[in-house]
């Protein structure tokens, strides 16, 4: 494997500018668990094994969540998550693939079940914010351990 671009060293301040948005999602988002969660699973659904491979290991350092990380593709079928990740993991597919239904109304509604409104849009940057990583790493050829 070969990196295509190092996005970071060419154009540093684009690289900037998303650390400045990670940052500012990152220290909104109170339950780290949770927002690793959304980072794994639109890494999945995105098929982004940088972010994916870094997120489950920033996961695994808040303790033992191996059977969450195994599990995650497949959270609909399994009682391991809490009613707030379903709703959270649920969004976070949605936004990620918006062009296939749009953002029904009844999700919103189930979100704010669990969510404020405030946590609802960070919640909505957050699966922006990784959703643009993803891209980002894709399309440079980003891959684990590729900075290293």
Known sequence: MKLRLNYRKVNPSAYK??????QYVSG?????VLYELLKIRVSQI?????????HAKDLMKLGDY?????????WRE????TEKERV???????????????VPTELINKVRE?????ELVDLIMAINTINSWNRIAITTGM????FN
């Open 46 to 54: 995105n098929g982004c094994s940088f972010c994916l491979d870094m």
């Open 88 to 102: 959270m993991l649920e969004l976070a597919e949605t936004v990620t693939e918006i062009s296939h239904q749009g």
């Open 78 to 81: 399994v009682p391991l998550f």
């Open 143 to 146: 891959y684990p351990g590729c």
């Open 28 to 32: 909104q988002m109170e339950d780290k």
């Open 114 to 118: 669990h969510f404020s409104e405030a």
């Open 17 to 22: 500018a998303m650390m400045a948005l990670e």
């Open 66 to 74: 191996a059977d969450h990380i195994l599990l995650l593709s497949v």
